[in-house]
C-alpha cells in the first residue's frame, strides 16, 4: 500500500476526531472571540494556499448564508497586493497545514499589529500558531504526501469556526461531520469496485475541468488539485457559471467534464443551483462531451454520462465526501500510468520559496 493511500484511509478517523474535539465545551472559547471583536459582526477574512485555501469555501458561504461579510482570498495576493484591505475590523482566519509556507510567513511579517489572527494549522509550533491570538489545531496528524487529511481537517475546523462566529450551537454540524465519517468510510470500502470503471471511462484524457457553485467549489478546486498533483493531469477547476462564458467552446470527445450537483446547500435554493448544474451536464454531453456526475440524487436519462450517487451532507459539506472520490480517482490513475502517487517531482510539501 502507498503512503498516500494509507493517508486517504486515514481520513475517516481524522474526522471523527476533529468532531469530537470541536464538540467538546469551550474547544472555541465564546470569551476569545469577543475579545477578538466577533461580537461586533466583523467582516471576517479566510487566507491560505492550496488545499488551506480551497477548505475554506464552505465555511465562507455558511456565514454568507448567515448574514456576515466573509471573504476568501489567497495568501500571495492579500499580502502583495491588496494589504490595506484588512482593518481593524477584519477578523483574519489564516489556514496552513505548516503554518511555515513562505506566502503565511510573509503576511506574518507585513500584518499590522493591530489585527486579529486566527490560525487553524497542523502543526501547534509552528510560526503560525505561535504568533496567533486564536489557534485551531487541524488534528490531521502526520501526513507524508499531498494534502488529503489536513484538506478534510481544515474543512471541518472552518466550519466549526464559523459556527462559532455565528453563535450557532454546533449540533447540527457535529451531525453532518458524523454522517460525512460514515460515507467517506462506504466509498473507501467500496473502492475496489467503484473506482476501476471510472478510470476506464475517463480513458486517459489530455484535459479535465471540475465545476461546480457555491459551497462545492471547493470540490472543483481541490479536485484539480489532486489530479494535477497525484495523476499529473491537466485538470482546471472554475465555477459552472463561468464555464458557460467561453470556455465551453472547447468541449471536445477526449476531454472529460467532472461536475459535483449537490442539493444539499448551506441556503435554501440548492434545488435550482442542482437544476442548473444538471442542464450543463446535459449540454456537454449533447456536444459530444464526457461527464463525470456526482450527485447526491438519483439522475434519469443519463446516456453517455458516468454518474456516481454519492450521501447527500448538509451545510454544504459534500467536499468531504466527494474529494474522496477524486483521491482515489487520482490515486490510482496514477499507479497506471507508473508515477508515484502523492510524491511531488517539482515542489515541496512546504512551499518555501515564492
Not at 475579545?35 to 479566510?46: A, D, E, I, N, Y
Not at 488534528?139 to 472552518?158: E, P
Request: proline share 5%; with cysteine; hydrophobic share 45%.
Amino acid at each position: 500500500m502507498t503512503p498516500l493511500m494509507e493517508e486517504i484511509l486515514q481520513q475517516p478517523g481524522a474526522l471523527a476526531n476533529v468532531r469530537k474535539y470541536y464538540a467538546s465545551p469551550g474547544a472555541i472559547s465564546q470569551k476569545v472571540l469577543k475579545k477578538l471583536g466577533v461580537s461586533r459582526h466583523p467582516t471576517v477574512m479566510f487566507t491560505g494556499m492550496g488545499s488551506s485555501l480551497h477548505a475554506a469555501y464552505p465555511a465562507q458561504a455558511y456565514l454568507t448564508a448567515m448574514g456576515y461579510r466573509a471573504l476568501v482570498w489567497e495568501t500571495a495576493e492579500l499580502v502583495h497586493h491588496h494589504l490595506k484591505i484588512l482593518t481593524p475590523d477584519t477578523l483574519l482566519v489564516v489556514v496552513s497545514q505548516s503554518g511555515e509556507t513562505a506566502e503565511v510567513v510573509r503576511l506574518l511579517d507585513d500584518l499590522p499589529a493591530r489585527i486579529n489572527v486566527v490560525a487553524v494549522t497542523n502543526m501547534e509550533r509552528s510560526r503560525l500558531a505561535q504568533q496567533a491570538k486564536l489557534m485551531l489545531p487541524m488534528m490531521a496528524g502526520m501526513q507524508a504526501a499531498v494534502s488529503t487529511k489536513t484538506y478534510t481537517c481544515a474543512v471541518a475546523v472552518l466550519m466549526y469556526l464559523a459556527f462559532a462566529i455565528a453563535g450557532e450551537h454546533h449540533r447540527l454540524l457535529s451531525q453532518a461531520l458524523n454522517r460525512a465519517v460514515e460515507a467517506e468510510e462506504r466509498i473507501l470500502d467500496r473502492r475496489d469496485v467503484l473506482i476501476p470503471p471510472t478510470l476506464q471511462f475517463l480513458n486517459r484524457p489530455p484535459y479535465v475541468a471540475l465545476m461546480s457553485r457555491g459551497a462545492d467549489l471547493a470540490s472543483a478546486y481541490q479536485g484539480a488539485l489532486m489530479l494535477k498533483e497525484v495523476a499529473r493531469l491537466a485538470a482546471e477547476p472554475m465555477s459552472a457559471a463561468q464555464f458557460r462564458h467561453g470556455p465551453i467552446e472547447i468541449v471536445n470527445p477526449a476531454h472529460c467534464y467532472i461536475i459535483f450537483r449537490r442539493y444539499a446547500q448551506p441556503i435554501s435554493h440548492g434545488g435550482k443551483t442542482a437544476q442548473l448544474l444538471l442542464r450543463l451536464a446535459e449540454d456537454i454531453r449533447a456536444h459530444h462531451g464526457r461527464v463525470l456526475l456526482l450527485s447526491d440524487r438519483p439522475v434519469e436519462n443519463i446516456a453517455d454520462m458516468r454518474l456516481i450517487q454519492v450521501d447527500p451532507i448538509r451545510l454544504g459539506l459534500g467536499t468531504l465526501v466527494d474529494v474522496v472520490i477524486i483521491q482515489l480517482l487520482a490515486h490510482d490513475y496514477a499507479m497506471q500510468a507508473g508515477y508515484e502517487p502523492g510524491k511531488f517531482w517539482i515542489a515541496k510539501g512546504v512551499t518555501r520559496r515564492e
